[in-house]
Nanobody
């Protein structure tokens, strides 16, 4: 099956920056829209960012727009989430996801149920 693996999480202080990475295998990565979602304890999973096949179109939640940036490297089957000026509200498990049905060529989805493959998640903890 398609496998997604996140890396780059950890403990950081408020105001710091970090970059999450997601490496994909087992599928035509170039034809997958990719997304990042997160889930804090006791909260529902929420959309963070998404990116279309070629990386030219991106979407962000209002809470991260201007602070986070999603990008992809199709040659290396990877997608990234650059997180800048993090706050305690960014503390969550972050999940990488792929839309495996050749959709999202131009408009990557914000909806979790439209993604077909998920990584196991990686913890990001921001201390004040």
């Amino acid at each position: 099956q398609v496998k997604l693996e996140e890396s780059g999480g950890g403990f950081v202080q408020a105001g710091a920056s970090l970059r999450l990475s997601c490496t994909a295998s087992g599928g035509p990565f170039t034809n997958y829209a990719m997304g990042w979602f997160r889930q804090a304890p006791g909260k529902e999973r929420e959309f963070v960012a998404s990116i279309n096949w070629g990386g030219s179109n991106t979407r962000y939640s209002g809470s991260v727009k201007g602070r986070f940036a999603i990008s992809r490297d199709n040659e290396n089957f990877a997608v990234y989430l650059q997180m800048n000026n993090v706050t305690s509200e960014d503390t969550a498990v972050y999940y990488c996801a792929a839309d495996g049905y050749m959709s999202g060529q131009y408009s990557p989805s914000r909806q979790a149920d439209e993604y077909d493959y998920w990584g196991q998640g990686i913890q990001v903890t921001v201390s004040s």
